[in-house]
């Protein structure tokens, strides 16, 4: 608390003396709906970079998968780096394909659910490192009223007492707290709402890069079963 | 959380946080404060002219009786009956007993029965028929009119079942008689017309057409359409008596206003009237040639001037408190001589719009203060 704060401590109503005159306990709740909003927003930027960086990456993998070129040329170009998206169910796919046919006598009973099994696996992976952190924001959304609401509560409890113990119950008396305690759910407030909208449109598009994935997974195995059945054809023959 | 250049949200969401936390803490440094109410107070400005002329109703004057104007006293003196007021419908506590009418000889017993019963459901409209100057026993003797007149008003309000059938009949008997009366003039109207006026009014039309039917473009008409004819004003304007020749009544009611409470009228100023006192005894003073001695005057002549709106004299200058004492009989014929004297008193303009105040004025010439 700095000096001036002292000189006059009821007159000045700005944000900051606001918070130094606030109890610890709502002091304590308005920090923490900041931290929460800031990491919201944080989490909100990072989203936002990897929902469009994803997008972008997916949209021009599919272009070279379906620009013709050799599927093994395609494989030793994207395993050298790490990849995201379609491309690490591709190499996924690809890596599975690969060993069964390293070892001469290998069998083709079982390739199919394997590979099907591995695009399985890495789709759920890149889901899970699509929605990770957003159940965060899912919880400031909900949770940020209420922890403001109850740092309001505390607030106009404690400036109800001091109104009790000093017998004045003139509105300059009781402005100053009332004010102080209803900042806490200003904040509340200020962090859930961002945080409930990007919730849910992230949630969106969680669901819609989810269904991209499932559906490229779905073609990329029929591709490969129909290899596998040429492949067992050639091998009986 | 790893800070890393694919994922730049912390520093953004920090930075952006802090910038929003710096902009609030200046925009809300000094919370605007409310404009202390201020009560408006009207104040009216007076000056000391306006305040010395303030006329006043008079809390003493006569009361001014809820009188009808009345500009002239009328020849034959109206007494009208004053209609009944409303409050006395609803004031009359109890139905009166004359309603208990007596038998009519005309009448069934059944329609009398109920009427009692009625009145005590209904009381308030009988009370004020009764209140009329005309009272039960004058209407009695026209049993059929009253009734026809009184029953049916009543009949619709009253309930359905306590309504007698009897009434009805003299209603009837009403109607039969008012009805013959419109028919007669309606046979006379249509015979008025005979034949012989129709063809004429036909050949008057005819002889009015034929001019105005063809009028050629160089022919002069006979009658110059807007020459303007001096003569013809008096024959142009409204020879009618004015249509309002005053409201009459009993008595002329006089009685001006009390005045309003706040009027202010050309009344002159207590200041004006002190300097028009000295303006006339600074006058008076110069036409004063009485040099008695200072000794102990009792007696101070008092003289009545009548004035002209020019100031000059009206009438003679009279002495209102003559003495009998003879060692004053200079002093008063002092005093009325300077009246006469200063004939023409020089009054300024400015007092001229109060003349009605000073036209007549009683001056008193006290030798002490002529001297």
């Known amino acids: 608390m700095n000096p001036a704060d002292l000189a006059a401590p009821i007159a000045e109503v ?8 606030a109890s610890i306990v709502v002091q304590a709740v308005m920090i923490g709906l900041l931290g929460a ?17 994803t997008r972008k990456a997916m949209e021009q993998f599919e272009e070279t998968f379906w620009s013709g070129r050799s599927l093994e040329e395609l494989y030793t170009a994207l395993s050298e780096r790490p990849t995201t998206g379609m491309a690490s169910l591709f190499v996924a796919a690809m890596r599975e394909w690969k060993r069964s046919f390293q070892t001469a006598h290998a069998s083709f009973v079982g390739l199919q659910a394997r590979i099907e099994k591995v695009l399985d696996v890495s789709i759920a992976r890149e889901v899970e490192k699509l929605e990770s952190n957003l159940l965060v924001l899912a919880t400031v959304a909900s949770a940020g009223p209420f922890v403001g609401l109850f740092g309001t509560v505390w607030g106009i409890m404690t400036s109800f007492r001091s109104i009790a113990a000093s017998k004045n119950t003139s509105l300059a008396v009781v402005a100053p707290g009332i004010a102080e305690a209803l900042f806490a759910t200003a904040i509340g407030l200020f962090a859930a709402i961002p945080a409930l909208i990007a919730y849910n449109k992230m949630q969106g598009d969680v669901a819609k890069a989810q269904a991209r994935l499932e559906s490229y997974a779905d073609e990329f195995s029929a591709i490969l079963s129909r290899q596998i059945d040429q492949h067992a054809s050639d091998r009986a023959a | 959380m790893r800070i890393s250049r694919s994922e730049p949200g912390l520093i953004v969401s920090a930075a952006a946080h802090a910038t929003l936390l710096a902009a609030t803490l200046v925009a809300f440094s000094g919370p605007a404060q409310f404009d202390p109410a201020m009560e408006n107070i009207p104040v009216e400005m007076i000056s000391d002219q306006a305040f010395s002329q303030i006329s006043k109703g008079e809390k003493t004057a006569k009361e001014v009786k809820p009188l009808q104007k009345a500009d002239k006293v009328a020849d034959v003196a109206e007494h009208k009956p004053t209609p009944p007021l409303n409050e006395a419908r609803k004031d009359v506590p109890l139905p009166p007993p004359p309603l208990k009418r007596l038998p009519d000889p005309g009448e069934d017993d059944e329609p009398k029965k109920p009427e009692p019963q009625k009145m005590a459901a209904l009381p308030p409209p009988r009370p004020a028929d009764e209140t009329k100057p005309a009272p039960m026993p004058p209407e009695r003797p026209q049993p059929a009119k009253a009734e026809a007149k009184d029953q049916p008003k ?113 009344k002159m100023s207590p200041n004006a009237m002190d300097a028009l006192n000295s303006l006339m005894m600074e006058q008076y003073m110069r036409c004063w040639h009485y040099f008695g001695t200072g000794a102990v005057h009792k007696y101070v002549p008092e003289v009545k001037v009548v004035f002209r709106q020019d100031g000059s004299l ?3 200058p009279v002495l209102v408190n003559p003495t009998s004492d003879p060692a004053f009989q200079s002093l008063a014929s002092a005093a009325i001589g300077a009246a006469r004297e200063c004939n023409p008193l020089r009054i300024p303009v400015q007092f001229a719009p109060y003349f009605e105040q000073w036209k007549s004025r009683t001056i008193a010439f006290d030798p002490e203060e002529m001297r």
Do not use: Y
């Open chain 2, 314 to 316: 009206a009438a003679d």
């Open chain 2, 154 to 266: 009543d009949e619709p309000a009253d309930a359905e079942p306590i309504a007698p059938k009897p009434p009805v009949r003299p209603k009837l008997e009403t109607k039969t008689e008012t009805k013959p009366a419109p028919p007669p003039p309606k046979p006379s109207e249509k015979p008025r017309l005979h034949p012989d006026d129709i063809a004429r009014l036909l050949a008057r039309a005819k002889t009015d057409d034929k001019p105005s039917l063809r009028p050629k473009s160089g022919e002069e008409t006979d009658q110059p359409r807007n020459k303007f004819d001096s003569n013809a004003i008096s024959r142009l304007l409204d020879h009618d008596k004015p249509q309002a020749t005053g409201s009459t009544g009993r008595e002329l009611v006089r009685t001006a206003s009390l005045g309003t409470a706040t009027g202010t009228a050309s």
């Open chain 1, 14 to 21: 700005s944000i900051w003396s606001m918070f130094l005159h």
């Open chain 1, 37 to 53: 909003s800031v990491w919201c927003w944080t989490i909100i930027v990072d989203k936002t970079l990897l929902f469009r960086r």
